[in-house]
């Protein structure tokens, strides 16, 4: 999770929640039986790309630790600072899956295959975020006319690709819409920009969004939604085609799929703000699919 600098009841919440997760890692391996390392010597390459969560070194060490227990793999994280680095590393088959964003997944769908689907608040589901800096009298996209617009990553669907369909479907363009548009390349990055008034809005994941305002909510206070689109496919964990019946990914699949019934993975979870992990199906994309089509018939 995102870090702050001072001591505030915030970062204090935050260290309980580490000393949790290291208590229950440590509780695990007490607990849990002797696992055959059935993968010694091969290592799984998961790649993340860079959203706020993955900002929190003690959750990133949980969740590595905790697939390798669970799957009996070793595995190694991967972050890049751009979503097209990630998914680019997925699709030559350097990294063995990668936890990415819906519109790539669309963009590659012949060559991916969906490992997993984060399950947040019951579903597989979530939405963009539309927002102004707290303050402002503006209810819609078009009153948005000659905004410093903050996106996250021209990879993301919900901190751009939702946005730039919603202005093609006005018959604008995004650069030709919004005085400056800019891009933060991560979406906690978004809801500080807009906070901060160095942009006038922003488009945000909402999952990102709501966490926020649990963990950092002096970050979104400052800030105010105006739109929420239709729900959407999470964004999912995916492997290439070519290796998705390679038994380390069936191994860590099923390691994803019972974390929330693990005592290691469900402080991890919770962390997360996630219910867990589903097999999920592609046509929960098929609504990211659609406005990608519509963006790339305008351009």
């Known amino acids: ?8 009841p915030v970062e204090r919440t935050r260290l309980t929640r580490r000393s949790i997760v290291l208590g229950a890692a ?6 849990r039986p002797a696992i055959a390392r059935a993968g010694f010597g091969r290592t799984v390459k998961f790649g993340l790309t860079p959203v706020f969560l993955t900002n929190d070194l003690v959750l990133l060490d949980g969740l590595r630790k905790y697939l390798a227990e669970a799957s009996g793999f070793e595995v190694e994280l991967v972050q890049r600072k751009t ?9 030559s088959d350097n ?4 936890w990415i964003c819906g519109y790539p997944y669309v963009a590659f769908r012949d060559r991916l295959e969906l490992v997993a689907v984060p399950q947040w608040r019951g579903r597989p589901l979530y939405s963009s ?23 996250s990553d ?6 751009y690709l939702v946005t730039c369909a919603s202005l093609m479907a006005m018959g604008q363009r995004p650069e030709q819409f ?3 548009s800019i891009f933060t390349h991560g979406h906690r990055n978004v809801v500080r920009a807009v906070g901060s008034g160095l942009a006038m809005s922003g488009s945000v994941d909402g999952y990102v969004w709501e966490v926020l305002a649990e963990t950092e909510p002096h970050l979104t206070a400052r800030t105010r939604i105006i739109a929420r689109s239709e729900p959407l496919g999470f964004p999912p964990i995916a492997c290439s085609r070519r290796r998705a019946h390679a038994p380390e990914l069936a191994a860590v699949r099923q390691a994803l799929l019972v974390m929330g019934n693990d005592p290691l993975g469900k402080p991890l979870l919770d962390m997360l703000r996630l219910d867990g992990f589903v097999p999920g199906e592609a046509s929960l994309f098929d609504g990211i699919a659609e406005m990608a089509r519509i963006v790339r018939s305008a351009t």
């Not at 999770?1 to 505030?8: E, K």
């Open 1 to 8: 999770m995102p870090t702050d600098d001072g001591s505030s």
């Open 26 to 31: 440590a509780a695990a391996t007490l607990a």
């Open 178 to 180: 919004f005085r400056r």
């Open 154 to 159: 021209p990879d993301s669907n919900s901190g």
């Open 95 to 98: 990294l063995d899956l990668a």
């Open 83 to 91: 979503y097209q680095e990630i998914v680019s590393l997925l699709v």
């Open 129 to 151: 975020y539309l927002i102004i800096t707290n303050g402002r009298i503006v209810k819609s996209l078009s009153e948005l006319r000659d905004d410093i617009h903050a996106f």
